[in-house]
């Protein structure tokens, strides 16, 4: 076990598969030199060199789309798109060819690439740095879509993207960059894709989160402690495919049920949660699902604490489900 | 700026540039002349067969036959190509199966991409041609990313993508010629100019005189080779695939040639081009000029000619046969497969819904009118 923040737990995680597999190559807008505006690709170049983690032009479809190319020649690529706000211009590459190239090609060429990219707000990054763009991700069959809340996952779900046979959007959430610590396994660690985990157990409600908000709600739930509140909060760590059966038994378990996510909500992740939730265990519920989320606006500058899902917002909300 | 149009024959397929004539044997000729008339009466085939609304959809690539099947002799067969949609010549040349061609065209049981596209986006792995895309210009950056691993693992390799001189106004195109140059990737990225974007001539696409010149800015050779000279294909494409393997990085081709067709069988072209210009184009029609070259060269006799064509009817006949007679749709479960490598929890409770659903209300048949 080693301390690690989320940036040093993604670069061993890198460091590590790229020296199991020399297939595995890092690229992305200055991953090499500089190590990555977030320095998570730090090192790697100086131990791998310049041929295995790639400094590229400044084109995201570019990147993406020759990432296609060399996993289809059978390298592992992983590229780093910025922030999760650039990804789009690589939006046409990642749906109509990355996601689609096994389908379409009947099983005969598959492109096991990783895209990882920041996402999330709470930096004073406006707009254009702080979108949580998830969603746009899970609605397109063939891509897998993981995003951890911390450290020890970030390793151990990267390690497995890495790994795996299927093209991986992989959502870092920048916040906690920093600012998550804790003890990483060292060396080769693997955590499932598609496995949730629930990271405090609870009886009275269940809250159902990811990435970034997992802080928030397990703040939420110390705060309600504090009020003789029992909250179970459950990180679901991949959406695509998502743990229905973790989802399904705390739902059971606790009857009530809020769906927390940055990203908007009209359209957003929760919806799905939602529905699942009212086609296969509306009889267990005591109360309405009910969805904490940002607005429906773009990400404000100024004003991002009062567009972020707090502690107080979840707890309203908990407050709700309760007294229904 | 002027870029030379290089060419090996004339029109009447006598031979202009000796210096540039690549050096092929009887059976090679013969075997080229043979894969482009397979092209253009497979294509008419099809097309009648489209018409009789035996099979969905079709593309030609009539007028266009040289330059796929000539950059495909010019390539190894570890070479990859990244076709666009009107390069099946390049599958032909190096050994797809009639009869495989076909059942993709039907999209039925033995169609290898289990019937999953529309007609004419073939994949054929074992031969390095690479999955069709329809959106224009998307597979590009896939050549670069697989010359650039081929590169890396220095194998040797080269990649080749096709694509309509439509494609070189996308972004993905500029985007992927940046990359190629940059990181010196044995790619070929062959622009056939065939003078019509669906219902847009190719003066509607660009500002410059050529496709070619574009090479100059991203930094990388540009060549102007007359498509319908199958002998000047093979030259430039060898020289370009060459210069990949010496290390010395990609080359942008134009391939000036002409879709003497529809863009596909939806589209009629009588309502926005005149049909002189077509007809003008037959007379620089490249299996005739390439007949003509083998004619004076001694190795097409009238026989061999005639010979050909019967062949080539007769697999066609059989392969058609064989593809109608297959069972018309893949198995019901391959619907849910190749999403991912294995299938995850959702898709398996989807499919078992679809087939509880099929086995309550029987197979389904698509709605009248």
Not at chain 1, 13 to 39: I, N, T, Y
Not at chain 1, 138 to 156: E, F, M, Q, R, Y
Not at chain 1, 244 to 268: D, N, W
Not at chain 2, 251 to 273: N, Q
Request: net charge negative.
């Amino acid at each position: 076990m080693a301390e690690m923040n989320l940036i040093q737990a993604v670069n061993d995680a890198l460091r590590v598969e790229m020296r199991r597999d020399p297939r595995v190559v890092v690229l992305g807008e200055d991953v090499g030199r500089f190590g990555g505006v977030f320095q998570v690709t730090v090192g790697l170049r100086e131990e791998f060199g310049a041929d295995r983690c790639i400094d590229t032009p400044l084109a995201e479809s570019g990147i993406v789309g020759a990432a296609i190319g060399m996993a289809l020649y059978g390298l592992r690529p992983v590229a780093e798109i910025q922030f999760g706000d650039y990804i789009y211009p690589a939006y046409d590459q990642i749906v109509n060819e990355l996601a689609k190239i096994r389908y379409r090609s009947g099983g005969e060429y598959a492109a096991p690439v990783v895209i990882r990219t920041p996402i999330g707000g709470g930096i004073k990054g406006g707009h254009y740095h702080s979108q949580s763009p998830e969603a746009l991700f899970t609605h397109i069959p063939g891509l897998t879509v993981v995003c951890p809340s911390n450290p020890i996952d970030a390793k151990g779900l990267l390690a497995s993207a890495i790994r795996g046979e299927d093209p991986v959007i992989f959502m870092e959430p920048k916040r906690y960059y920093h600012k998550s610590r804790a003890d990483v396994p060292e060396g080769e660690y693997t955590i499932p894709i598609g496995e949730a985990k629930v990271v405090r157990s609870g009886s009275q409600v269940t809250i159902l989160t990811w990435s970034a908000m997992v802080h928030t709600a397990l703040e939420a739930a110390q705060k309600g402690e504090a009020e003789g509140l029992d909250l179970e909060v459950v990180d679901l760590r991949t959406l695509v495919p998502f743990d229905e059966a973790a989802i399904l038994a705390s739902v059971k378990k606790t009857g009530r049920v809020v769906i927390v996510h940055e990203a908007p909500r009209t359209s957003g992740f929760g919806a799905e949660l939602a529905a699942t939730i009212a086609e296969k265990a509306i009889l267990h519920l005591e109360a309405p699902i009910l969805r904490v989320t940002g607005f429906d606006t773009p990400f404000p500058y100024t004003l991002e604490h009062e567009y972020l899902p707090d502690a107080d917002r979840i707890l309203d909300a908990v407050g709700r489900v309760l007294s229904f | 700026m002027k870029l030379e149009v290089t060419r090996v024959i004339d029109d009447e397929g006598r031979v202009l540039h000796p210096e540039r004539e690549p050096a092929l044997s009887s059976d090679e000729l013969r075997r080229l002349y043979r894969t482009m008339l397979l092209v253009r009466i497979l294509d008419e085939r099809m097309l009648r067969l489209r018409m009789q609304g035996r099979m969905g959809f079709y593309l030609t690539s009539l007028g266009e036959e040289a330059t796929h099947i000539g950059a495909a002799h010019a390539l190894r067969d570890a070479d990859w190509i990244y076709p666009a949609y009107r390069e099946i010549g390049a599958a032909l040349f190096r050994g797809y199966p009639l009869g495989t061609f076909m059942c993709q065209l039907f999209g039925n049981s033995e169609d290898p991409v289990k019937g999953r596209q529309m007609p004419v986006h073939h994949s054929v792995k074992r031969l390095n041609f690479v999955s069709v895309s329809s959106p224009v210009g998307s597979h590009i950056p896939h050549a670069v990313g697989t010359a650039w691993a081929a590169k890396l693992q220095k194998t040797q390799d080269v990649a080749l993508a096709f694509f309509g001189e439509g494609a070189s106004s996308t972004p993905i195109f500029h985007v992927s010629a940046n990359f190629a140059a940059l990181y010196k990737v044995p790619a070929i990225l062959l622009c056939r100019n065939n003078g019509w974007a669906i219902s847009v001539p190719s003066s509607g696409q660009t500002a410059t005189p050529t496709f070619a010149q574009k090479a100059i800015a991203y930094g990388m050779p540009g060549v102007l080779v007359d498509g319908n000279d199958i002998l000047a294909m093979i030259h430039v494409v060898r020289e370009a695939a060459a210069r990949g393997r010496r290390g010395e990085g990609p080359t942008l081709i134009e391939a000036r040639t002409y879709r003497r067709g529809a863009h596909s069988s939806s589209d009629d072209p009588s309502k926005y081009r005149d049909p002189a210009e077509p007809k003008e184009w037959e007379r620089r029609d490249p299996i005739d000029r390439f007949l003509k070259y083998g004619q004076a060269r001694g190795v097409f006799d009238a026989e061999f000619v005639a010979h050909t064509r019967q062949e080539i009817n007769r697999e066609i006949g059989e392969a058609l046969i064989y593809a109608e007679s297959r069972p018309p749709k893949p198995p019901l479960h391959s619907l849910f497969e190749d999403v991912y490598a294995e299938i995850p929890r959702h898709l398996r409770e989807q499919a078992a819904g679809l087939e509880a659903e099929i086995a309550r209300h029987g197979e389904k048949v698509p709605p009248r009118g």
